[in-house]
């Protein structure tokens, strides 16, 4: 009966913060992303890149830093817009575990802050913010709920983040399953 008590109150502890962030204060969320791919960087709207994301439609910019960087514009739509499902409040107890922050240190090297500073943190929010909307979470919305005003996008290992994104899910079906 403990058990059920302490996931209870977890429960209520995270809806209640998450409509605190929803709906009480003004939400802080990334207004531009710098694309890295190797030498080349390219900074530009999260906008556009979200534009890109649905529609498909390559902006200039997009065009010719996709083509300068010998990425396929298909794929790299592919990881961006990709579902992962997952349980909110399961989804925040793997993520303030161990496992968890395995997983945030490796996604964060492909998607971080220009500091380099609380990255970890950073992609917490941005994740639990991302699920909190539709139980789903994009490498997209991540981008567009990363609560800094710049993100920074290592594009060669976008795969990287979504196979990330993946595992996440699968730890938070084990811990369901468990």
């Known amino acids: 009966m403990r058990f059920r008590f302490l996931d209870l109150r977890r429960a209520l502890v ?7 962030l929803l709906f009480s204060t003004p939400v802080f969320a990334a207004e531009r992303v710098v694309l890295n791919y190797g ?21 200039r910019s997009l065009r ?3 083509a300068l960087a ?9 990881y961006l817009t990709e579902p ?15 496992i968890g922050n395995i997983i945030l240190d490796q996604i964060s ?9 609380a990255d970890r943190q950073a992609l917490r929010a941005a994740l639990v913010l991302s699920a909190s909307q539709d139980g789903k979470v994009s490498v997209i919305e991540i981008i567009e709920n990363y609560p800094t005003n710049e993100v920074e996008v290592d594009g060669k290992r976008l ?17 369901l399953n468990f």
């Open 14 to 20: 995270l809806l209640s913060s998450t409509c605190l």
């Open 64 to 66: 010719v830093n996709f």
């Open 70 to 78: 010998r990425q396929d514009p298909k794929a790299i739509r592919q």
């Open 84 to 98: 992962v499902k997952v349980n909110l409040l399961f989804l925040d107890r793997v993520l303030n575990s161990s």
């Open 109 to 117: 090297q492909v998607i971080y802050t220009p500091s380099r500073r």
């Open 159 to 175: 795969e990287s983040a979504y196979r990330q994104l993946r595992r996440l899910q699968i730890s938070v079906q084990d811990l």
């Open 39 to 59: 030498i080349f960087r390219e900074s530009l709207s999260v906008e556009e890149l979200s534009t890109f994301a649905q529609t498909g439609e390559l902006s």
